[in-house]
C-alpha cells in the first residue's frame, strides 16, 4: 500500500522564492497534518484539515504561510516569501479521526539560503 | 504552556540489553499517549500506543507504561538489536481523535556492539 507521498523531497531555494510543498495522503484517510521539524523546536503542528477543511492553523508561524486542501487526496503548504529561518523538515501526516496513530510521509527538507 | 519532554537526550546501551526510554507530560487532559521511532532521513514511524483508561501494552519487543499520578511515560525495548538505533518520540493527544499530536523533543538512541 502507498503510505503518504510528499514532493519534493529535496528543495534549495533563495531567500524570497516561493516555496510550495505537496503531499499526497493515504487513501481513505479524512484528516491530514503538516508538521516542521528542526533541531532547536523538534516537530511543531503547524495545521490540520478534517475532511478537507483547516481545523486549526494555530501553530502556522505567521502569514508567509499558507495551506489549502482542495480534496481529499491533494494538500499544499506554501511559503511566500521564504526566509532562512523557514529551512527545516516539513512533514505531512494522515489519519482517519479517532484512530490514534498519524502516518507520516518522509518529508520535505527545505534549505532557504 | 503545556508540553511534554523527555528526560535524556541520549541514551547508549549494548546490543541485547533492554532500554527504557522515558517522557513526561504535563497536559492532565491527554487521553492517548504515542511512541514514534525516527530514523535517519526517514518520517516518524509508529512503534506502540497506549490510551489513558490504561496503564500497560505490549507489542514485539516493546512495551509502553503510563503513569498518570506522576504524568510518566515509558518505553521498554527488550533486547536490542543494530536496528533499534533511532530518534524515539512520545506524543500526547487531548481533546479527541481530530486534533494533532504534541511531540516530545526525543530521545536518541545508540546502540553498541
Known amino acids: 500500500d502507498a503510505g503518504v507521498i510528499q514532493s519534493p523531497r529535496h528543495e534549495v531555494t533563495e531567500m524570497g522564492q516561493e516555496v510550495t510543498l505537496r503531499c499526497k495522503p493515504i487513501?481513505?484517510?479524512?484528516?491530514l497534518f503538516w508538521y516542521r521539524q528542526t533541531m532547536m523546536r523538534g516537530l511543531e503542528l503547524l495545521i490540520y484539515?478534517?475532511?478537507?477543511?483547516?481545523?486549526?492553523d494555530s501553530g502556522m508561524p505567521e502569514d508567509r504561510f499558507s495551506a489549502k486542501m482542495p480534496n481529499a487526496s491533494f494538500s499544499t503548504l506554501k511559503i511566500q516569501p521564504s526566509e532562512p529561518r523557514d529551512s527545516a523538515v516539513y512533514f505531512c501526516?494522515?489519519?482517519?479521526?479517532?484512530?490514534?496513530?498519524?502516518?507520516f510521509g518522509e518529508g520535505s527538507r527545505l534549505t532557504v539560503l | 504552556g503545556e508540553s511534554v519532554g523527555l528526560h535524556l537526550p541520549t541514551l547508549s546501551v549494548q546490543e541485547g540489553d533492554n532500554s527504557i526510554i522515558n517522557c513526561a507530560y504535563s497536559?492532565?487532559?491527554?487521553?492517548?499517549f504515542i511512541w514514534y521511532k525516527q530514523e535517519s532521513g526517514k518520517g516518524p514511524q509508529f512503534i506502540i500506543d497506549?490510551?489513558?483508561?490504561?496503564d500497560k501494552r505490549q507489542g514485539q519487543r516493546v512495551t509502553v507504561l503510563l503513569n498518570k499520578t506522576v504524568k510518566h511515560l515509558s518505553l521498554q525495548i527488550a533486547a536490542t538489536q543494530p536496528g533499534d538505533s533511532a530518534v524515539y518520540f512520545c506524543?500526547?493527544?487531548?481533546?479527541?481523535?481530530?486534533?494533532?499530536?504534541?511531540f516530545g523533543k526525543g530521545t536518541h538512541l545508540i546502540i553498541q556492539p
Open positions: 501526516a494522515s489519519t482517519m479521526t479517532g484512530t490514534g496513530e498519524l502516518f
Open positions: 487513501s481513505g484517510h479524512n484528516s
Open positions: 484539515f478534517n475532511n478537507n477543511v483547516p481545523i486549526d
Open positions: 497536559n492532565s487532559a491527554s487521553d492517548y
Open positions: 497506549i490510551r489513558s483508561n490504561m
Open positions: 506524543a500526547e493527544r487531548s481533546g479527541g481523535g481530530a486534533d494533532g499530536l504534541t
